[in-house]
T-cell receptor
Framework: AQTVTQSQPEMSVQEAETVTLSCTYD???????LFWYKQPPSRQMILVIR??????QNATENRFSVNFQKAAKSFSLKISDSQLGDTAMYFC????????????FGQGTRLTINP | AAGVIQSPRHLIKEKRETATLKCYPI?????VYWYQQGPGQDPQFLIS???????DKGSIPDRFSAQQFSDYHSELNMSSLELGDSALYFC?????????????FGPGTRLTVT
Protein backbone atom coordinates (compact mmCIF):
# COMPACT_ATOMS: atom_id res chain seq x y z
CA ALA A 1 0.00 0.00 0.00
CA GLN A 2 1.09 3.52 -0.70
CA THR A 3 1.50 6.11 2.04
CA VAL A 4 1.95 9.85 1.79
CA THR A 5 3.40 11.95 4.60
CA GLN A 6 3.31 15.70 5.05
CA SER A 7 5.39 16.53 8.09
CA GLN A 8 4.42 20.21 8.37
CA PRO A 9 0.91 20.55 9.84
CA GLU A 10 1.01 24.35 9.61
CA MET A 11 3.13 27.03 7.96
CA SER A 12 2.91 30.79 7.88
CA VAL A 13 4.75 33.31 5.70
CA GLN A 14 4.48 36.95 4.72
CA GLU A 15 2.94 38.00 1.44
CA ALA A 16 5.42 37.99 -1.49
CA GLU A 17 7.73 35.51 0.24
CA THR A 18 8.60 32.07 -1.12
CA VAL A 19 7.45 29.01 0.77
CA THR A 20 8.17 25.30 0.34
CA LEU A 21 5.81 22.54 1.47
CA SER A 22 7.27 19.07 2.02
CA CYS A 23 5.88 15.70 1.04
CA THR A 24 7.33 12.20 1.12
CA TYR A 25 5.75 9.00 -0.06
CA ASP A 26 6.35 5.30 0.07
CA UNK A 27 5.64 2.96 -2.81
CA UNK A 28 7.01 -0.03 -4.67
CA UNK A 29 5.42 1.15 -7.91
CA UNK A 30 7.60 2.44 -10.72
CA UNK A 31 4.90 4.20 -12.71
CA UNK A 32 2.81 6.76 -10.87
CA UNK A 33 1.73 10.37 -10.73
CA LEU A 34 2.01 12.89 -7.91
CA PHE A 35 -0.24 15.87 -7.37
CA TRP A 36 -0.66 18.87 -5.15
CA TYR A 37 -4.20 19.98 -4.36
CA LYS A 38 -5.26 23.20 -2.69
CA GLN A 39 -8.30 23.38 -0.41
CA PRO A 40 -9.21 26.97 0.51
CA PRO A 41 -11.77 27.82 3.21
CA SER A 42 -14.53 27.17 0.68
CA ARG A 43 -13.47 23.47 0.93
CA GLN A 44 -13.26 23.13 -2.85
CA MET A 45 -10.42 20.79 -3.90
CA ILE A 46 -8.36 22.52 -6.59
CA LEU A 47 -5.66 20.79 -8.62
CA VAL A 48 -2.45 22.84 -8.44
CA ILE A 49 0.19 20.79 -10.23
CA ARG A 50 0.95 17.31 -11.59
CA UNK A 51 4.21 15.35 -11.87
CA UNK A 52 4.66 12.12 -13.80
CA UNK A 53 7.18 9.79 -12.16
CA UNK A 54 8.83 8.91 -15.47
CA UNK A 55 9.67 12.56 -16.15
CA UNK A 56 12.89 13.88 -14.69
CA GLN A 57 11.99 17.50 -15.34
CA ASN A 58 10.21 19.18 -12.47
CA ALA A 59 6.73 20.47 -13.23
CA THR A 60 6.00 24.20 -13.14
CA GLU A 61 2.70 26.11 -13.23
CA ASN A 62 3.19 29.87 -13.01
CA ARG A 63 4.21 30.62 -9.39
CA PHE A 64 4.01 26.95 -8.40
CA SER A 65 6.83 24.49 -8.97
CA VAL A 66 7.85 21.13 -7.58
CA ASN A 67 11.10 19.49 -6.58
CA PHE A 68 10.66 15.82 -7.44
CA GLN A 69 13.35 13.51 -6.08
CA LYS A 70 12.31 10.02 -7.18
CA ALA A 71 15.07 8.10 -5.43
CA ALA A 72 14.39 9.88 -2.17
CA LYS A 73 10.60 9.62 -2.73
CA SER A 74 10.24 13.30 -2.06
CA PHE A 75 7.87 15.75 -3.75
CA SER A 76 7.93 19.30 -2.41
CA LEU A 77 5.87 22.27 -3.61
CA LYS A 78 7.40 25.72 -3.90
CA ILE A 79 5.15 28.77 -4.06
CA SER A 80 6.91 31.91 -5.23
CA ASP A 81 5.71 35.48 -4.63
CA SER A 82 3.01 34.18 -2.30
CA GLN A 83 -0.35 35.92 -2.34
CA LEU A 84 -3.14 36.21 0.22
CA GLY A 85 -5.27 33.98 -2.00
CA ASP A 86 -2.76 31.16 -1.53
CA THR A 87 -3.99 30.74 2.05
CA ALA A 88 -5.39 27.21 2.13
CA MET A 89 -4.84 23.62 3.14
CA TYR A 90 -2.47 21.91 0.72
CA PHE A 91 -2.63 18.17 0.14
CA CYS A 92 0.01 16.05 -1.54
CA UNK A 93 -1.47 13.04 -3.35
CA UNK A 94 -0.18 9.83 -4.95
CA UNK A 95 -1.81 7.98 -7.82
CA UNK A 96 -0.69 4.62 -9.19
CA UNK A 97 -1.26 4.05 -12.87
CA UNK A 98 -1.64 0.26 -12.85
CA UNK A 99 -4.95 -1.06 -11.58
CA UNK A 100 -6.73 1.08 -9.04
CA UNK A 101 -6.29 4.77 -9.71
CA UNK A 102 -7.53 6.24 -6.48
CA UNK A 103 -5.76 9.21 -4.98
CA UNK A 104 -3.95 8.61 -1.68
CA PHE A 105 -3.60 11.88 0.21
CA GLY A 106 -1.21 13.14 2.84
CA GLN A 107 -2.50 14.69 6.02
CA GLY A 108 -2.27 18.20 4.63
CA THR A 109 -0.37 21.39 5.45
CA ARG A 110 -2.31 24.47 6.48
CA LEU A 111 -0.61 27.47 4.85
CA THR A 112 -1.36 31.01 5.96
CA ILE A 113 -0.15 34.00 3.97
CA ASN A 114 0.03 37.11 6.15
CA PRO A 115 -0.33 40.66 4.76
CA ALA B 1 -14.96 25.05 -18.96
CA ALA B 2 -17.47 22.58 -17.56
CA GLY B 3 -16.79 21.32 -14.06
CA VAL B 4 -18.01 18.44 -11.94
CA ILE B 5 -21.49 19.09 -10.60
CA GLN B 6 -22.73 17.70 -7.29
CA SER B 7 -26.14 17.89 -5.73
CA PRO B 8 -27.33 18.68 -3.23
CA ARG B 9 -24.66 20.95 -1.79
CA HIS B 10 -25.95 20.56 1.75
CA LEU B 11 -27.99 17.78 3.28
CA ILE B 12 -29.28 17.30 6.80
CA LYS B 13 -30.57 13.89 7.80
CA GLU B 14 -31.45 12.13 11.00
CA LYS B 15 -29.92 8.90 12.24
CA ARG B 16 -31.17 5.81 10.46
CA GLU B 17 -32.43 7.81 7.48
CA THR B 18 -31.31 7.38 3.87
CA ALA B 19 -29.44 9.87 1.67
CA THR B 20 -28.69 9.99 -2.06
CA LEU B 21 -25.88 12.13 -3.42
CA LYS B 22 -25.60 12.87 -7.13
CA CYS B 23 -22.61 13.61 -9.32
CA TYR B 24 -22.38 14.78 -12.93
CA PRO B 25 -18.81 14.35 -14.24
CA ILE B 26 -17.03 16.54 -16.74
CA UNK B 27 -18.23 15.61 -20.26
CA UNK B 28 -16.12 12.91 -21.94
CA UNK B 29 -14.41 11.92 -18.70
CA UNK B 30 -14.39 8.14 -18.38
CA UNK B 31 -13.85 7.66 -14.63
CA VAL B 32 -15.78 8.84 -11.59
CA TYR B 33 -14.58 8.69 -7.99
CA TRP B 34 -16.24 9.26 -4.63
CA TYR B 35 -14.27 10.50 -1.60
CA GLN B 36 -15.26 11.20 2.00
CA GLN B 37 -13.59 13.96 4.00
CA GLY B 38 -14.25 14.07 7.72
CA PRO B 39 -13.57 17.19 9.80
CA GLY B 40 -9.87 18.00 9.88
CA GLN B 41 -9.00 14.96 7.77
CA ASP B 42 -7.74 14.28 4.29
CA PRO B 43 -10.15 12.86 1.69
CA GLN B 44 -10.57 9.10 1.81
CA PHE B 45 -11.42 7.08 -1.29
CA LEU B 46 -14.77 5.27 -1.26
CA ILE B 47 -15.45 3.86 -4.72
CA SER B 48 -14.79 4.45 -8.42
CA UNK B 49 -16.34 3.66 -11.78
CA UNK B 50 -14.64 3.33 -15.15
CA UNK B 51 -16.98 3.48 -18.13
CA UNK B 52 -19.95 2.76 -15.86
CA UNK B 53 -18.38 -0.35 -14.32
CA UNK B 54 -17.15 -0.39 -10.72
CA UNK B 55 -13.38 -0.27 -10.91
CA ASP B 56 -12.24 -0.06 -7.30
CA LYS B 57 -13.62 -0.02 -3.80
CA GLY B 58 -12.11 1.54 -0.71
CA SER B 59 -13.25 1.65 2.90
CA ILE B 60 -16.88 2.04 1.99
CA PRO B 61 -19.38 0.75 4.56
CA ASP B 62 -21.80 -1.96 3.46
CA ARG B 63 -24.56 0.57 4.16
CA PHE B 64 -23.30 2.62 1.20
CA SER B 65 -23.72 1.73 -2.43
CA ALA B 66 -23.07 3.56 -5.66
CA GLN B 67 -23.66 3.24 -9.35
CA GLN B 68 -22.98 5.03 -12.60
CA PHE B 69 -25.77 5.42 -15.09
CA SER B 70 -25.89 5.34 -18.90
CA ASP B 71 -25.59 9.15 -19.05
CA TYR B 72 -22.42 8.85 -16.90
CA HIS B 73 -23.85 10.54 -13.85
CA SER B 74 -23.26 8.71 -10.59
CA GLU B 75 -25.18 8.37 -7.36
CA LEU B 76 -23.97 7.46 -3.87
CA ASN B 77 -26.69 5.90 -1.76
CA MET B 78 -26.26 5.88 1.99
CA SER B 79 -28.65 4.01 4.28
CA SER B 80 -29.06 3.65 8.05
CA LEU B 81 -27.13 6.88 8.51
CA GLU B 82 -24.96 7.23 11.59
CA LEU B 83 -23.59 10.34 13.29
CA GLY B 84 -20.13 9.37 12.05
CA ASP B 85 -21.26 9.67 8.44
CA SER B 86 -21.32 13.45 8.83
CA ALA B 87 -18.67 14.62 6.38
CA LEU B 88 -17.97 16.35 3.10
CA TYR B 89 -18.49 13.99 0.18
CA PHE B 90 -16.62 14.73 -3.01
CA CYS B 91 -17.14 13.38 -6.46
CA UNK B 92 -14.24 13.66 -8.89
CA UNK B 93 -13.84 12.74 -12.55
CA UNK B 94 -10.88 12.11 -14.83
CA UNK B 95 -9.98 11.06 -18.34
CA UNK B 96 -7.75 8.03 -17.88
CA UNK B 97 -7.76 6.31 -21.26
CA UNK B 98 -5.21 8.31 -23.22
CA UNK B 99 -5.58 11.12 -20.72
CA UNK B 100 -3.67 12.75 -17.93
CA UNK B 101 -5.25 10.95 -14.93
CA UNK B 102 -5.90 14.35 -13.40
CA UNK B 103 -8.87 14.15 -11.07
CA UNK B 104 -11.11 17.21 -10.97
CA PHE B 105 -13.29 17.56 -7.92
CA GLY B 106 -16.80 18.83 -7.57
CA PRO B 107 -17.71 21.33 -4.85
CA GLY B 108 -18.78 18.54 -2.50
CA THR B 109 -21.94 17.67 -0.61
CA ARG B 110 -21.86 18.51 3.07
CA LEU B 111 -23.84 15.84 4.90
CA THR B 112 -24.88 16.43 8.48
CA VAL B 113 -26.46 13.57 10.41
CA THR B 114 -28.29 14.56 13.60
Amino acid sequence: AQTVTQSQPEMSVQEAETVTLSCTYDTSESNYYLFWYKQPPSRQMILVIRQEAYKQQNATENRFSVNFQKAAKSFSLKISDSQLGDTAMYFCAFLRIQGAQKLVFGQGTRLTINP
Amino acid sequence: AAGVIQSPRHLIKEKRETATLKCYPIPRHDTVYWYQQGPGQDPQFLISFYEKMQSDKGSIPDRFSAQQFSDYHSELNMSSLELGDSALYFCASSLNRGGTYEQYFGPGTRLTVT
